[in-house]
């Protein structure tokens, strides 16, 4: 059964960020998409894939974390291009304005130098000023994350001084994959936050498909189910279910913690749309 969820998780995670991709790529823009969201995602899918491999977690979930690597650096080689793109549009088109406006205004200041001055020019009245304005405030719309001196002491707390790393090298690795496993649910945690808000601010969510969501959330799901019903919980040597529960408590809160987030999201698109 787990196996089986493990393949549920993976084959819904296929359907999440391709279809984003394409989307991206048939609008030759990634405006829908925020960069914190996306570089939250990467970091976390890479401390992810970290804590799997030096944790020995579930080989499903090595090759999910992989997978997950992989399609993020899509993504963000796409966002960083077509940024670019849009950059050097934008700068070639100021160019050209700036170029048109030089022309309007030499072209005024023949006439304006070929023309008798005005011997009795009108002096401003009184009060009357030209003044420009500048409207509104700015306003941050990036969400910060949780800081990770947080989640160390969160590590610290759960693991206590006990199980700090003796001088074997498999000791210290386990240590290791379990910082990065519990930074990896930080980033999870919050990572979805940027793009929330990203879409009440611009009270839309164009440029997203709602397959990367809806299937975020059936992976995620199946991810949690394949761990929580992985045969190694019924081991019935001593201590082996419990070292192994206690082990995957950061990837059960990463990604089971995330649903709730990526529900908003789906709401959020029903909502604009």
């Known amino acids: 059964t787990s196996e089986l969820l493990g393949y549920f998780s993976i084959a819904s995670w296929l359907g999440a960020q391709f279809p984003q991709l394409f989307e991206n790529a048939r609008r030759q823009s990634v405006d829908g998409l925020a960069l914190p969201f996306l570089a939250n995602w990467f970091l976390g899918d890479a401390t992810n894939l970290i804590g799997c491999i030096l944790t020995e977690q579930l080989p499903f979930q090595t090759a999910v974390a992989t997978y997950f690597v992989f399609v993020d650096l899509c993504l963000l080689v796409q966002y960083l291009y077509y940024s670019q793109e849009r950059f050097n549009s934008v700068g070639s088109i100021r160019l050209r304005s700036g170029s048109r406006r030089r022309t309007l205004s030499n072209h005024l200041l023949h006439i304006t130098t070929s023309t008798p001055a005005n011997p009795n020019p009108k002096a401003p009245e009184q009060g009357e000023t030209s003044t420009g304005t500048t409207g509104g405030t700015s306003r941050s719309k990036k969400v910060a994350g949780v800081p990770v001196v947080l989640l160390g002491a969160l590590m610290l707390v759960s693991y206590g001084p006990s199980q700090l790393p003796d001088s074997s090298s498999r000791e210290w690795r386990l240590f290791i994959g379990r910082i990065s496993a519990w930074i990896c649910t930080c980033l999870y945690l919050t990572s979805r936050l940027p793009q929330i808000w990203k879409n009440f601010a611009r009270k839309s969510v164009e440029g997203l498909t709602m397959s990367l969501f809806v299937c975020a959330f059936l992976g995620n799901s199946f991810y949690v189910a394949s761990i929580l019903s992985s045969p190694i919980l019924d081991d019935p040597r001593p201590g082996v279910s419990a070292a ?5 408590i ?10 709730l987030f990526d529900i908003t999201i789906v709401l959020q698109s029903l909502h604009y749309r």
């Open 244 to 248: 192994f529960l206690r082990e995957s």
């Open 250 to 259: 950061p990837y059960i809160l990463g990604s089971g913690g995330t649903l």
